[in-house]
């Protein structure tokens, strides 16, 4: 079964930081994107940031300069999020895709959900 295992999620005050952490298993090859989405209550998941297998990364407008996505083995990838805003909060979630265009809808995830790390900003 292709999954995705969530952690680092919490409460933390607005400016500070948090780390995400990501793991994929079950799929037979190590050449994907992986990439971080989010859902706030009553909005729709939104691409954040990705990673290809080769290092590029990419990031949405309202993240760049305070996030930053790496790929630390073949099946595992991390989310340092600073400066962190009230509006960053939503349940964060990973998924393995074919490539980075799966941020804006462009292609489909190649892993289930999984159920998501929790990152709630207060003001």
């Known amino acids: 079964q292709r999954q995705v295992t969530e952690s680092g999620g919490g409460l933390v005050q607005a400016g500070g930081s948090m780390n995400l952490s990501c793991t994929a298993s079950?799929?037979?090859?190590?050449?994907?994107?992986m990439a971080w989405f989010r859902q706030a209550p009553e909005k729709k998941r939104e691409g954040v940031s990705c990673?290809?297998?080769?290092?590029?990364t990419v990031y949405v407008d309202s993240v760049k300069g305070r996030f930053t996505i790496s790929r630390d083995t073949a099946d595992t990838a991390s989310l340092q999020m600073n400066n962190l805003k009230p509006e960053d909060t939503a349940m964060y979630y990973c998924a393995a895709a074919p490539g980075c265009e799966v941020i804006d809808g462009r292609s489909r995830i190649l892993t289930d959900w999984g159920q998501g790390t929790q990152v709630t900003v207060s003001s």
């Open positions: 079950g799929l037979p090859y190590d050449d994907y994107a």
């Open positions: 990673v290809t297998w080769t290092g590029t």
